[in-house]
């Protein structure tokens, strides 16, 4: 069979693109067992989808949608397979929690919920073999005018799954220049996290569980990349890098024996690293690590379910600091209920920690997550629920809808403040450029302005500059809630 996998090109986004991850799975695991699959990454290029179902002719098409920006061209192209009478399944985290919504599309069929590579594989073996798709776990459908679940599909064992196939793409175009390399790409060693935090989609989606994939299989993946396209820098996109102690190190000490001239940054949990083991990843090519500390309330770390050690957080970024590892730290603010006293306190730690760069997003409700639930439960929230109205979300970058006890205002000047302080700041780390983040958010720009023609140029241009006027306004003005707050000059109450 063969199946023809489609990344939607995402609406008004100003940033460079990375490697569609779980479509490269799924159509690396496809395959791997006997069928065809090939990916058509819309966010690089709008490549025309007609030409490439004439010329291919799948049996299927399957498209990712992972985020609200997506559903417009998601949208778009189902279409335009419909109208070649070809089955279409939606897949990714959004639609996984909204499936029903997916299905309101007339040129949607089916739903893929949770992970992929197993259902897609079961869903062409069905296709070929003639036999019912209700057998096929992880589906939702409609069928006589009735939404139809298949059931839960328990989840794969990654030790089993092939390398990725990276050839499925256009390497090349998914470089980005980040900190000390000027062509990284995003890769991936495991999925999932362990955590239950209460915002997030992981307990959901991945059952609150962490698996990793073969070692051998990643570093094979690294060595052709680095061989073939000169990659000398990943981002390794995982939901948490490693789980503890052991699984650090044993990961760690296969990339520092096998791995030479590639630099590397991932996502870590705070309280989980000490000197030693910061030591170990910095000798291994760690450069960066991103922290989601999410608050600087107690009480809110608890309510959110973090299940950090506070007392860690300042010295974790003191270590990383003195190793020479970049930070970022990743903060939430206006979660349900919170208060002005606790935000505050986000700020005063986002102000007093060594973090190389300080990211502040606003709370939104995602679907799936138990704070959309919760919110959701108690007539707080009603969520937008046709495709219309969630293609219009813009998580985390504008306020939607504020359950906090903070003015929109208030919450405004905090994140642009320190958006404005990290676009700026002079010197990250040593080797590394002064002013890169500015410089990586001007060049992700540039891509994202030129990647989809000239109809869109203006479109983003005008989206760009509304952005950086937005983060010039409420970083410089409203000195009242900047002193409320001590974010006037210098930072540090």
């Given at each position: ?106 040129f949607v069929d089916m ?192 309510t959110i379910k973090k ?141 994202s302005l030129f990647g ?42």
């Amino acid at each position: 069979m063969k199946v023809l996998f489609i990344n939607p090109a995402p609406k008004g986004f100003t940033r460079s693109v990375t490697a569609p991850l779980g479509l490269l799975s799924i159509a690396s695991y496809l395959n791997a067992n006997g069928h065809t699959a090939i990916i058509c990454d819309r966010t690089v290029k709008k490549t025309n989808v007609k030409k490439i179902i004439k010329d291919f002719s799948p049996d299927i098409v399957g498209v990712s949608v992972i985020s609200y920006k997506g559903i417009s061209d998601a949208l778009i192209v189902s279409e335009q397979a419909k109208e070649f009478s070809l089955p279409v399944v939606w897949g990714g985290t959004l639609f996984s929690a909204l499936p029903e919504s997916a299905l309101e599309s007339p040129f949607v069929d089916m739903v893929s919920v949770g992970e992929g590579e197993e259902t897609w594989l079961d869903i062409l073996n069905s296709m070929e073999s003639g036999s019912d798709i209700d057998n096929v776990k992880g589906l939702v459908y409609k069928k006589d005018g009735k939404v139809c679940y298949t059931g839960e599909r328990p989840l794969g064992d990654l030790s089993s799954f092939p390398s990725i196939d990276y050839e499925l793409v256009d390497v090349k175009s998914l470089f980005q220049e980040y900190y000390c390399s000027d062509k990284t790409l995003y890769l991936f060693s495991s999925k999932g996290c362990p955590g239950k935090c209460t915002f997030c989609f992981n307990p959901e989606f991945h059952r609150s569980t962490h698996r990793r994939r073969r070692t051998e299989h990643i570093i094979n993946e690294i060595c052709h990349l680095r061989d073939a396209y000169s990659l000398n820098g990943i981002y390794f996109a995982d939901e948490l890098f490693a789980r503890n102690r052991e699984e650090l190190t044993v990961f760690c000490n296969e990339l520092k024996d096998n791995i030479k001239g590639v630099f590397w940054g991932c996502q870590m949990r705070i309280g989980l690293i000490d000197r030693e083991l910061l030591k170990l990843m910095y000798d291994a090519g760690c450069r960066w690590i991103f922290f989601g500390v999410e608050s600087g309330s107690k009480e809110t770390l608890k309510t959110i379910k973090k299940g950090i050690d506070y007392d860690k957080i300042s010295e974790t970024f003191r270590l990383c600091k003195e190793l020479g590892i970049i930070t970022i730290a990743a903060f939430i603010i206006g979660f349900p209920g919170e208060t002005r006293e606790q935000i505050a306190d986000t700020v005063r730690l986002a102000s007093s920690i060594d973090a190389t760069q300080i990211q502040v997003n606003f709370f939104a409700p995602f679907a799936g997550s138990e704070a959309y639930n919760d919110l959701v439960s108690s007539g707080r929230y009603v969520p937008p629920l046709t495709l219309k109205e969630l293609s219009r979300i813009r998580p985390t970058e504008v306020i939607g809808n504020n359950f906090s006890c903070v003015s929109d205002k208030e919450l405004k000047v905090i994140r642009y403040s320190f958006m404005w302080r990290s676009l700026f700041k002079k010197e990250l780390s040593t080797g590394v450029k002064h002013y890169e983040f500015a410089f990586k958010m001007i060049t992700d720009a540039v891509k994202s302005l030129f990647g989809h023609g000239i109809l869109q140029f203006f479109g983003l241009a005008f989206l760009s500059a509304k952005e950086f006027l937005t983060a010039l306004v409420y970083a410089h003005f409203f000195p009242r809630i900047r002193r409320k707050y001590g974010l006037e000059k210098g930072g540090k109450k």
